[in-house]
């Protein structure tokens, strides 16, 4: 019978948890903070820790770093209320195999502990989940809480620290450069330069000097010797955004780095190494354009060791609410403008929307919005988004209309952080109304 470590500062959740997981056929463990946690999960008879991040004494980051420490293969679970892109990464950099959020989804969770001991079996308990490096920095934020958004955080985290060579495909606007920035930004080497260069955007022979350098007299105008972009970026991080619209001739030279981790600047012959991770993006598939004869083979296999698609915004409809909040808050400390009300028409409009542009369109249309405003509320029309009022109509929802209700006031719920005050002001209702439909939708707060 396997074990289960609860860890949790909550009676009531370490109980629910606790009678669940005896149904289900586990022995169980609990813990109410962390330093007991640790003591208990040293102990070989621990097959798996469910983890709190906001424990007494020690905390959940302090305490997965400890138990690491002593049990590197144990598998570790972070359960938290605090369910967001920095936690998610914190947790998978320092040891964690998941990392779910509160209240728990039992269902979720019975099938991460079955694959967790699916994965125990296969490697004998002989294999470190994860490694355990130091806290990130983080200075870019990326907004989403979907499971897809989830498991790009997942990812970053597992790969942050490694030098392997990542591609970040999806939809154009979707955010690939600031995954490209997450990844740097949360990774060891985050104080060595993080280097972004547009393919598409420069001839072949300036992207080739650009990425290379050269020496002086190589050409007319080189009246200098120019580093590239590699040795700029040495030590850290060089993203090449549209990686699939270089020329052939350089990425011959690209894979020859990818090979050797080695160059020479146009018209130079000293060879020069520089330790960078490359990190390439595009929004074409790479593997169509291989198998037309547009892109390198090799290349593409020296690209692809790490492979991170983006979903596109109208797969994330879950995170736009909370992108809309992020958004208005960065244009207020850009412009000065502070537009902070949104109307239910308003609302409507942004979750019809099929955000083609994705998040890039998202933001543009916030920023224009609000330059457009004359009061701190978000009109419909100031939104543009089908050119025209006549053309503004909300796409058609084939739902009753008690499950439309209840998930426009969740969403408003979420757009708030529940403040059910401005809740109620935003759906144009009381707030003992919505007081009533928050208990005839079942609708709770989650839990702190």
């Given at each position: 019978?396997?074990?289960?470590?609860?860890?949790?500062?909550?009676?009531?959740?370490?109980?629910?948890?606790?009678?669940?997981?005896?149904?289900?056929?586990?022995?169980?463990?609990?813990?109410?903070?962390?330093?007991?946690?640790?003591?208990?999960?040293?102990?070989?008879?621990?097959?798996?820790?469910?983890?709190?991040?906001?424990?007494?004494?020690?905390?959940?980051?302090?305490?997965?770093?400890?138990?690491?420490?002593?049990?590197?293969?144990?598998?570790?679970?972070?359960?938290?209320?605090?369910?967001?892109?920095?936690?998610?990464?914190?947790?998978?950099?320092?040891?964690?195999?998941?990392?779910?959020?509160?209240?728990?989804?039992?269902?979720?969770?019975?099938?991460?502990?079955?694959?967790?001991?699916?994965?125990?079996?296969?490697?004998?308990?002989?294999?470190?989940?994860?490694?355990?490096?130091?806290?990130?920095?983080?200075?870019?934020?990326?907004?989403?809480?979907?499971?897809?958004?989830?498991?790009?955080?997942?990812?970053?985290?597992?790969?942050?620290?490694?030098?392997?060579?990542?591609?970040?495909?999806?939809?154009?606007?979707?955010?690939?450069?600031?995954?490209?920035?997450?990844?740097?930004?949360?990774?060891?080497?985050?104080?060595?330069?993080?280097?972004?260069?547009?393919?598409?955007?420069?001839?072949?022979?300036?992207?080739?000097?650009?990425?290379?350098?050269?020496?002086?007299?190589?050409?007319?105008?080189?009246?200098?010797?120019?580093?590239?972009?590699?040795?700029?970026?040495?030590?850290?991080?060089?993203?090449?955004?549209?990686?699939?619209?270089?020329?052939?001739?350089?990425?011959?030279?690209?894979?020859?780095?990818?090979?050797?981790?080695?160059?020479?600047?146009?018209?130079?012959?000293?060879?020069?190494?520089?330790?960078?991770?490359?990190?390439?993006?595009?929004?074409?598939?790479?593997?169509?354009?291989?198998?037309?004869?547009?892109?390198?083979?090799?290349?593409?296999?020296?690209?692809?060791?790490?492979?991170?698609?983006l979903p596109p915004l109208r797969e994330r409809?879950?995170?736009?609410?909370?992108?809309?909040?992020?958004?208005?808050?960065?244009?207020?400390?850009?412009?000065?403008?502070?537009?902070?009300?949104?109307?239910?028409?308003?609302?409507?409009?942004?979750?019809?929307?099929s955000w083609p542009g994705n998040v890039r369109?998202?933001?543009?249309?916030?920023?224009?919005?609000?330059?457009?405003?004359?009061?701190?509320?978000?009109?419909?029309?100031?939104?543009?988004?089908?050119?025209?009022?006549?053309?503004?109509?909300?796409?058609?929802?084939?739902?009753?209309?008690?499950?439309?209700?209840?998930?426009?006031?969740?969403?408003?719920?979420?757009?708030?952080?529940?403040?059910?005050?401005?809740?109620?002001?935003?759906?144009?209702?009381?707030?003992?109304?919505?007081?009533?439909?928050?208990?005839?939708?079942?609708?709770?707060?989650?839990?702190?």
């Open positions: 019978m396997k074990t289960i470590l609860i860890a949790d500062d909550d009676a009531a959740i370490r109980r629910t948890l606790e009678l669940h997981l005896g149904e289900e056929g586990f022995s169980v463990v609990t813990a109410a903070n962390g330093r007991l946690a640790v003591e208990i999960a040293a102990e070989s008879r621990i097959d798996l820790v469910l983890l709190d991040l906001r424990l007494g004494g020690v905390d959940g980051f302090e305490a997965l770093r400890l138990m690491k420490e002593r049990r590197a293969e144990l598998p570790v679970v972070m359960v938290t209320a605090y369910d967001d892109m920095q936690t998610a990464i914190e947790a998978i950099r320092l040891g964690a195999i998941d990392h779910l959020g509160k209240p728990v989804d039992l269902d979720l969770l019975d099938k991460v502990i079955a694959r967790i001991f699916q994965m125990s079996a296969l490697s004998k308990s002989g294999v470190a989940f994860c490694d355990s490096p130091d806290p990130p920095f983080e200075p870019n934020i990326m907004v989403g809480r979907s499971l897809a958004m989830k498991e790009v955080y997942k990812v970053i985290g597992a790969v942050a620290d490694s030098r392997a060579t990542v591609l970040i495909q999806g939809e154009s606007g979707t955010g690939k450069e600031m995954v490209a920035r997450a990844l740097h930004f949360n990774s060891s080497f985050r104080n060595r330069p993080f280097v972004a260069v547009a393919c598409s955007s420069l001839a072949p022979t300036v992207l080739e000097s650009e990425l290379f350098g050269h020496e002086k007299g190589a050409f007319t105008g080189a009246y200098r010797t120019k580093p590239g972009k590699f040795e700029l970026a040495q030590g850290g991080t060089l993203f090449l955004d549209e990686i699939s619209e270089v020329s052939h001739e350089i990425q011959v030279k690209l894979l020859r780095f990818l090979q050797e981790r080695e160059f020479e600047r146009v018209g130079g012959v000293e060879t020069i190494k520089a330790d960078v991770r490359v990190v390439a993006a595009t929004n074409k598939g790479l593997a169509g354009l291989v198998a037309a004869g547009e892109f390198r083979q090799d290349l593409y296999y020296r690209l692809n060791v790490v492979s991170l698609d409809k879950d995170d736009i609410l909370l992108l809309v909040r992020f958004f208005l808050g960065k244009i207020r400390q850009e412009t000065g403008k502070n537009v902070d009300v949104v109307p239910q028409e308003t609302l409507g409009l942004i979750l019809a929307h369109e998202l933001e543009n249309a916030l920023r224009r919005a609000v330059l457009l405003s004359r009061s701190n509320v978000l009109l419909p029309e100031s939104l543009h988004l089908w050119g025209g009022r006549e053309e503004g109509r909300l796409a058609l929802v084939m739902k009753p209309l008690h499950v439309v209700e209840r998930e426009h006031i969740e969403n408003v719920l979420m757009y708030t952080n529940y403040e059910k005050k401005r809740a109620a002001e935003i759906l144009g209702i009381s707030r003992p109304t919505l007081d009533r439909r928050l208990k005839e939708y079942g609708l709770e707060e989650p839990a702190a």
